[in-house]
């Protein structure tokens, strides 16, 4: 036998019987079954992280310790002075930390400023341990903020970044489940924005967002808002945003409005060649809807069966998570979570093209 | 510390976490939870029970965060806890690495031969020692690179390659033994 590293074979070999793909971290659900760890970890105030063995060293030296005296013996004076001269307020020291307190939805928390924060069912929020800081660390669900204006930054945590806010109010919807046709895990923080500026920031970037704006955060991704990417056509942007609201409202008839009608019904006709790039569908589903649509004698009526197929029920929440511009800036692809419930999640990857004079979407 | 460590080293996420911060912890699992599961699975031989050692050894390891000093050896600290979890898990079970029992789990292709052909390989992983098991279940449970592996196993990049190279050698040896040679696997 020659050596191990020639043979492709017995790496395929180990590969094949050792190969496992479908484990999946899955920290909220680690969380949610250890909850006295992580008590453990963000209950307690930091200890100090000088090893001891230097410590012990620092304070063996005489000198150490008589100046550690006299110090301990002036704060003690001090302490004492501050304590009669001040009111009980203007004693609190900043680090002072407290029990950190979970609410779950659905209810409504009132924190001491004024502030409020709204929880859906199944929405989970803890408080800062540390007094004074405003905010709170977003744990799951969606939950509607409203920050009480003038008192400072707010600033809610979560896994995927952190929302900062000045008197706002916004949403936030933190996404976890797995796509109901590929299994795919799908996790993100959708965050709009209903009144004010909202910061939401992470280690890949930072997005600014205003009054009816929002923004998609996926893990170890920017905060992306197709709206303020420039890389965009503003026309484009404006079929994607018509796209999502067709979505929210429920409103069929939006929703084909972004389709070109006239296009479908030439290629149904035979009037005009399949091009992939104009139809989303394959050359097959091409002649499938030639022989479909064989009846049909106009674009209007094109456009009335096309609805008929259309199934969009009720509201439904998409997040735009990236877009794509091919090279030439004629053809872009997104990929977009939508969520029909709360346990029913799709992503998918519409795609518009430029043609005909505009911007049309060519697949859902 | 803010939410920017979450794309940073071992030591400042652990840093970040000892002082409290459950985000960067969660970075930490999001980071280190497979590989544990992989070096799990290599004691024990069985993936369910390795998914279910991996959340104990990240509760333990929770529990414990403030007492580790050395935040670099963050991988190896964990690789240790696994190790020990995983012990006292057989020692409950009072066996020592079985074979891996799960065939619904491996690509047979639907081929009886093939079946074969892979419980072979998992045989000889088996009869590895421990050390070089370790090696190549990581290796190739999910593709871990080079650097991961180092950080768990607290190994040089180099002394991976090396024992990996070695660990081959001897399952290419074993199952050569066991008549499944190169010659099996052209096909």
């Given at each position: 036998?020659?050596?191990?590293?020639?043979h492709k074979?017995?790496?395929?070999?180990?590969?094949?019987?050792?190969h496992?793909?479908?484990?999946?971290?899955?920290?909220?659900?680690w969380?949610?079954?250890?909850?006295?760890?992580?008590?453990?970890?963000?209950?307690?105030?930091p200890q100090?992280?000088?090893p001891?063995?230097?410590?012990?060293?620092?304070m063996?030296?005489?000198?150490v310790?008589l100046?550690?005296?006299?110090?301990?013996?002036?704060?003690?004076?001090l302490?004492i002075?501050?304590?009669?001269?001040?009111s009980?307020e203007?004693?609190m020291?900043?680090?002072?930390?407290?029990a950190?307190?979970?609410?779950?939805?659905?209810?409504?928390?009132?924190?001491?400023d004024?502030?409020?924060?709204?929880?859906?069912?199944?929405?989970?929020?803890?408080t800062?341990?540390?007094?004074?800081?405003?905010?709170?660390?977003?744990?799951?669900?969606?939950?509607?903020?409203?920050?009480?204006?003038?008192?400072?930054?707010?600033i809610?945590?979560?896994?995927?970044?952190?929302?900062?806010?000045?008197?706002?109010?916004?949403?936030?919807?933190?996404?976890?489940?797995?796509?109901?046709?590929?299994?795919?895990?799908?996790?993100?923080?959708?965050?709009?924005?209903?009144?004010?500026?909202?910061?939401?920031?992470?280690?890949?970037?930072?997005q600014?967002?205003?009054?009816m704006?929002?923004?998609?955060?996926?893990m170890d991704?920017?905060?992306?808002?197709?709206?303020?990417?420039?890389?965009?056509?503003a026309?484009?942007?404006?079929?994607?945003?018509?796209?999502?609201?067709a979505?929210?409202?429920?409103?069929k008839?939006?929703?084909?409005?972004?389709?070109?009608?006239?296009?479908?019904?030439?290629?149904?006709?035979?009037?005009?060649?399949y091009d992939?790039s104009?139809?989303?569908?394959?050359?097959?589903?091409?002649?499938?809807?030639?022989q479909?649509?064989a009846?049909v004698?106009?674009?209007?009526?094109?456009?009335?069966?096309?609805?008929?197929?259309?199934?969009i029920?009720?509201?439904?929440?998409?997040?735009?998570?990236?877009?794509?511009?091919?090279?030439?800036?004629?053809?872009?692809?997104?990929?977009?979570?939508?969520?029909r419930?709360e346990?029913?999640?799709?992503?998918?990857k519409?795609?518009w093209?430029?043609?005909?004079?505009?911007?049309?979407?060519?697949?859902? | 510390?803010?939410?920017?460590?979450?794309?940073?080293?071992?030591?400042?996420?652990?840093?970040?976490?000892?002082?409290?911060?459950?985000?960067?912890?969660?970075?930490?699992?999001?980071?280190?939870?497979?590989?544990i599961?992989?070096?799990?699975?290599?004691?024990?031989?069985?993936?369910?029970?390795?998914?279910d050692?991996?959340?104990?050894?990240?509760?333990?390891?929770?529990?414990?965060l403030?007492?580790?000093?050395?935040?670099?050896?963050?991988?190896?600290?964990?690789?240790g806890?696994?190790?020990?979890?995983?012990?006292?898990?057989?020692?409950?079970?009072?066996?020592?690495?079985?074979?891996?029992?799960?065939?619904?789990e491996v690509?047979t292709?639907?081929?009886?031969?093939q079946?074969?052909?892979?419980d072979?390989?998992?045989?000889?992983?088996?009869?590895l020692?421990?050390a070089?098991?370790?090696?190549i279940?990581?290796?190739?449970?999910?593709?871990?690179?080079?650097?991961?592996?180092?950080?768990?196993l607290?190994?040089?990049?180099?002394a991976?390659?090396?024992?990996?190279t070695?660990?081959?050698?001897?399952?290419?040896e074993?199952?050569?033994?066991?008549?499944?040679?190169s010659?099996?696997?052209?096909?």
């Open positions: 036998m020659g050596r191990v590293n020639d074979w017995l790496d395929q070999a180990l590969n094949k019987a050792i496992s793909d479908d484990t999946q971290p899955d920290f909220e659900k969380k949610a079954s250890h909850p006295e760890a992580v008590e453990m970890l963000t209950s307690r105030t100090t992280q000088r001891p063995v230097i410590r012990r060293m620092i063996n030296a005489t000198l310790k100046a550690a005296a006299a110090v301990i013996v002036v704060a003690v004076v302490g002075t501050q304590l009669t001269r001040n009980p203007g004693t020291p900043t680090t002072q930390t407290v950190q307190e979970t609410f779950t939805g659905p209810t409504t928390h009132t924190f001491a004024g502030s409020t924060v709204q929880l859906a069912q199944g929405a989970s929020i803890r800062y341990a540390q007094v004074g800081k405003r905010g709170f660390e977003h744990i799951a669900g969606q939950i509607d903020v409203t920050v009480a204006k003038g008192k400072g930054e707010f809610v945590t979560t896994p995927y970044g952190e929302v900062k806010a000045l008197g706002t109010q916004f949403k936030m919807e933190m996404v976890d489940g797995t796509d109901a046709n590929t299994k795919e895990q799908v996790k993100l923080l959708a965050v709009e924005v209903a009144e004010g500026v909202v910061e939401v920031r992470n280690a890949k970037g930072v600014t967002l205003r009054k704006q929002n923004a998609v955060v996926a991704s920017a905060p992306y808002d197709f709206n303020q990417d420039e890389k965009l056509p026309e484009l942007r404006g079929r994607i945003a018509a796209m999502v609201k979505f929210e409202t429920g409103d008839a939006a929703w084909a409005a972004n389709f070109n009608m006239g296009y479908v019904y030439r290629l149904a006709k035979g009037e005009v060649q992939p104009l139809f989303g569908g394959s050359a097959e589903d091409a002649e499938r809807l030639k479909t649509v009846q004698s106009s674009p209007e009526q094109m456009r009335q069966l096309f609805l008929g197929t259309i199934n029920t009720g509201p439904v929440e998409v997040y735009v998570r990236s877009v794509e511009l091919s090279p030439d800036g004629n053809h872009a692809r997104a990929e977009c979570i939508t969520r419930s346990n029913h999640i799709v992503v998918t519409p795609q093209h430029n043609f005909d004079g505009g911007w049309w979407q060519i697949d859902d | 510390m803010r939410i920017e460590s979450l794309e940073h080293s071992d030591a400042a996420l652990v840093e970040a976490a000892q002082q409290g911060r459950l985000d960067s912890f969660g970075a930490l699992y999001q980071r280190y939870h497979n590989p599961v992989a070096l799990a699975y290599a004691q024990l031989g069985d993936r369910h029970s390795a998914e050692a991996a959340q104990e050894v990240f509760a333990v390891a929770c529990r414990d403030r007492s580790l000093r050395d935040r670099d050896k963050f991988g190896a600290w964990l690789g806890i696994c190790r020990n979890v995983t012990k006292q898990m057989l020692r409950v079970k009072t066996r020592t690495a079985p074979l891996p029992s799960e065939p619904e690509a292709d639907g081929q009886p031969e079946k074969e052909q892979w072979a390989v998992r045989r000889a992983v088996w009869e020692p421990a070089e098991r370790e090696l279940v990581m290796r190739y449970f999910n593709g871990f690179s080079q650097a991961r592996i180092s950080q768990v607290d190994l040089t990049p180099a991976v390659n090396g024992r990996l070695r660990a081959k050698r001897r399952i290419a074993l199952l050569e033994r066991d008549g499944f040679g010659e099996s696997w052209d096909a």
